[in-house]
């Protein structure tokens, strides 16, 4: 159920740039945009209902209907599960090189390992039928790292559908109650030594 749909013009602010901004950027912004603000009611089964309160630029309404902007409003959430997939699952949430030139080579080999197991999924969800969006991120990872050249992809796990699925934003794990290393570990054993 659809509240409202309004437009407004948003105005740059007359009291001069916020401190975060530099003024080159502040004196790119336009003077005004205009906007629209749709407000709509989500109802999920077992759920409170829940009002959204949605501004975008893309003020036409025959072109951009209020279904397809609150599906890709929900579909937002899905970033998470892929940073999640890259962080953990690719070990990437710590980088390992000490130099600039060693951590953007990294960085490249990290994205090229996801690219190729995006391909995979995509072909695998082509192949079962299935949206790649449901195909199991580190089972592909999994076929990619045991795979020989010119080998068939087998069938993948599907994961079950979670669209209207919502994750508390919170650690799994506790952090350690040790210090950082901050210092060589010999210096570190030196110093334990002569406590």
Same mark, same amino acid.
């Given at each position: 159920?659809?509240?409202?749909? *309004?437009?407004?013009?948003?105005?740059?602010?007359?009291?001069?740039? #916020?401190?975060?901004?530099?003024? @080159?950027?502040?004196?790119? =912004? #336009?003077?005004?945009?205009?906007?629209?603000?749709?407000?709509?009611?989500?109802?999920?089964?077992?759920?409170?209902?829940? @009002?959204?309160?949605?501004?975008?630029?893309?003020?036409?309404?025959?072109?951009?209907? =209020?279904?397809?902007?609150?599906?890709?409003?929900?579909?937002?959430?899905?970033?998470?599960? *892929?940073?999640?997939?890259?962080?953990?699952?690719?070990?990437?949430?710590?980088?390992?090189?000490?130099?600039?030139?060693?951590?953007?080579? @990294?960085?490249?080999?990290?994205?090229?390992?996801?690219?190729?197991?995006?391909?995979?999924?995509? =072909?695998?969800?082509?192949?079962?039928? %299935? #949206?790649?969006?449901?195909?199991?991120?580190?089972?592909?990872?999994?076929?990619?790292?045991?795979?020989? #050249?010119?080998?068939? =992809?087998?069938?993948?796990? %599907?994961?079950?559908?979670?669209?209207?699925?919502? @994750?508390?934003?919170?650690?799994?794990?506790?952090?350690?109650?040790?210090?950082?290393?901050?210092?060589?570990?010999?210096?570190?054993?030196?110093?334990?030594?002569?406590?």
């Amino acid at each position: 159920m659809v509240y409202s749909i *309004k437009l407004f013009i948003w105005q740059k602010n007359p009291r001069g740039k #916020p401190n975060w901004m530099s003024a @080159e950027q502040f004196a790119a =912004l #336009p003077s005004e945009i205009t906007v629209r603000e749709i407000r709509y009611t989500v109802h999920q089964k077992g759920f409170r209902s829940k @009002e959204i309160t949605l501004v975008t630029t893309l003020l036409d309404a025959d072109v951009y209907t =209020l279904p397809q902007l609150a599906d890709l409003y929900r579909q937002r959430w899905e970033i998470e599960t *892929k940073l999640g997939h890259v962080k953990t699952t690719m070990n990437m949430n710590v980088l390992k090189c000490k130099t600039v030139d060693g951590v953007m080579k @990294e960085l490249h080999i990290f994205a090229l390992v996801y690219n190729l197991n995006r391909q995979v999924m995509v =072909l695998a969800s082509k192949q079962q039928a %299935v #949206p790649v969006k449901r195909i199991s991120f580190i089972d592909a990872l999994r076929w990619l790292k045991e795979a020989e #050249p010119n080998q068939i =992809l087998e069938w993948l796990v %599907v994961n079950p559908d979670r669209s209207s699925r919502y @994750e508390p934003r919170v650690r799994k794990r506790r952090p350690k109650k040790y210090r950082l290393m901050q210092e060589s570990r010999m210096v570190l054993k030196q110093r334990f030594a002569a406590q």
